[in-house]
């Protein structure tokens, strides 16, 4: 049994994160069985309820779980190989400036985006189109989904046509494009993902400049929750 956790409002939810990814190395909670009930493990470690969520939801956005609603959260059979590559993705992460990758991206893509919705011509729309089309069928493909991850990107950076802002997007890619690969391997992230750049094709190909800004920052919110749990914690098995 495990000491419980210090009451630290800044690093609570990602101790119990810790916790139960240690729990899982070392076969107190089993891969491909049920964890055990939330108000269990919020007794065990000593914290409450809305942290043991605020965890579920951080592991479950990198696969490591997956919550079904009235049968509990479920622990998937690859968790123990999983973690053990997300700690190899956890070093490549320390050796970039995440916040101002972030920042960046949240900027230019979302404005990109709606530059997109308003300036882009039937030829940029459909080679939009056409990278999502890829992307959905290369489900489970990672290579092929991350090139056409990328050509969807470039599609929209394109269509914004402006060249200026497109060059700084590339600085911005170009830093990221490694993570990027590797986070595609991970579970339930292909996707979800695809689905927001749905979401931002509907609002380019509607003419609907907000609505593409508001999709392209949920989008990028996204990559960031991901990368942020995956680089709370480091356990080792």
């Not at 119990?16 to 076969?27: A, D, N, S």
């Not at 092929?144 to 590339?170: G, M, T």
């Not at 590797?182 to 749905?198: C, K």
Request: glycine share 6%.
């Amino acid at each position: 049994m495990h000491s419980k956790l210090p009451l630290t409002h800044d690093n609570l939810t990602d101790a119990v994160i810790q916790e139960i990814e240690t729990m899982i190395l070392r076969g107190e909670a089993r891969p491909g069985d049920w964890l055990m009930p939330q108000p269990e493990l919020a007794a065990k470690l000593g914290v409450g309820l809305s942290t043991i969520r605020e965890a579920i939801k951080g592991l479950t956005l990198i696969g490591i779980l997956d919550p079904q609603p009235g049968r509990g959260t479920w622990i998937n059979a690859d968790a123990p190989s999983m973690l053990r590559m997300l700690n190899l993705l956890r070093a490549r992460l320390g050796n970039l400036d995440l916040p101002s990758i972030y920042e960046a991206r949240r900027l230019l893509e979302s404005e990109l985006a709606a530059l997109a919705a308003s300036r882009a011509a039937p030829e940029d729309i459909e080679r939009i189109g056409a990278a999502l089309d890829r992307m959905r069928q290369a489900i489970g493909d990672n290579t092929a989904f991350i090139a056409a991850d990328q050509e969807f990107h470039f599609a929209v950076v394109s269509a914004a046509r402006s060249p200026l802002l497109e060059q700084f997007y590339h600085i911005t890619a170009e830093m990221s494009g490694q993570i990027n690969q590797q986070i595609a391997d991970l579970p339930g992230v292909q996707a979800p993902g695809l689905q927001l750049q749905e979401s931002i094709y509907a609002a380019i190909r509607n003419r609907n400049p907000r609505l593409a800004r508001r999709r392209a920052l949920e989008m990028i919110d996204r990559w960031y929750e991901i990368l942020r749990t995956v680089d709370r914690a480091s356990v080792t098995g």
